[in-house]
């Protein structure tokens, strides 16, 4: 049985699909490039602008089942994934550039924390159900 709509345990098993295609988008980019310098933190970046497009959608039709329109729902996402971009962006470079670490170490342990970040950007403002008003009888 699925957890509802909007939550948490919903979020993290549709992110398990999509965090499927961000790794393999950001390790066929990682095998394409060379895999010095700056070139892995490119196809971090790279890799999240696609993965976040395909992410929109699953999180839109399974996690939140948004009734929201497209328009709004898919600039408030992508909004979301750009600040998130930026800042794992960031952490990714420092991770493997700055402290030296495995880049696929730094990948887990920055997307683990990104992806938390991005459930609540994306449960209070992209896909936050929207408040009907009430309707008094007079």
């Not at 030296?100 to 950007?121: E, F, H, K, M, Q």
Request: glycine share 8%; proline share 4%; aromatic share 18%.
């Amino acid at each position: 049985m699925l957890p509802p709509h909007g939550t948490f345990r919903r979020y993290m098993m549709v992110a398990g699909i999509n965090v499927i295609v961000f790794y393999a988008i950001w390790e066929f980019l990682y095998w394409v490039w060379p895999s010095t310098g700056y070139w892995p933190t490119v196809a971090w970046a790279a890799a999240w602008i696609l993965g976040s497009l395909f992410a929109h959608f699953t999180h839109r039709e399974w996690t939140f089942d948004s009734d929201r329109r497209l328009r709004w729902t898919i600039t408030a996402s992508m909004t979301i994934y750009t600040i998130g971009m930026v800042g794992s962006t960031a952490c990714f470079y420092v991770g493997t550039v700055n402290f030296g670490l495995d880049a696929r170490i730094v990948w887990v342990l920055n997307s683990s924390l990104w992806g938390v970040l991005n459930y609540l950007g994306q449960r209070e403002i992209a896909f936050k159900a929207r408040e009907l008003p009430e309707i008094h009888a007079g």
